[in-house]
């Protein structure tokens, strides 16, 4: 099994469409569902929400610890772990939904255009740590 699905892969994902069973694909789709349920529900619900969305967080940094190789010694440190990273994918892609559903002067275009910035992000990071260039902050 590949570490990690394309960014077009996770995109779908997010979108509800899942053609295997790659772990992180299954993840990126329940967070997206849970980004959507939190954009509709009122506030006594959303630490429910929440919560079922850092255990998903957490399970896909476990999972990226035991299946990734070492870093490199030089290897360059980022900001946050994947789980955090794909959580923003399937926030963002919810939020670009939305927009495009109902359009306000340009928002559609700047929630696309921040999603597709964050899915090139994400395909860069991924590269990165296959190759052992990149690091994460510590695993749970």
Do not use: Y
């Amino acid at each position: 099994m590949e570490f990690f699905p394309t960014k077009h892969r996770i995109l779908a994902a997010c979108r509800g469409d899942v053609q295997d069973d790659h772990p992180l694909l299954r993840w990126a789709l329940e967070l997206s569902e849970l980004h959507k349920q939190q954009l509709a529900v009122d506030e006594v619900v959303r630490p429910e929400i929440d919560q079922r969305r850092a255990e998903l967080i957490r399970a896909i940094d476990e999972w990226i610890a035991r299946v990734l190789p070492p870093s490199l010694g030089c290897a360059r440190l980022h900001t946050e772990t994947v789980g955090a990273v794909i959580d923003r994918l399937a926030e963002f892609s919810a939020s670009a939904f939305v927009a495009l559903a109902n359009p306000r002067d340009g928002e559609p275009f700047i929630a696309w255009e921040r999603l597709a910035e964050l899915a090139v992000a994400f395909e860069d990071l991924t590269d990165e740590l296959s190759s052992g260039r990149r690091r994460l902050p510590c695993a749970p």
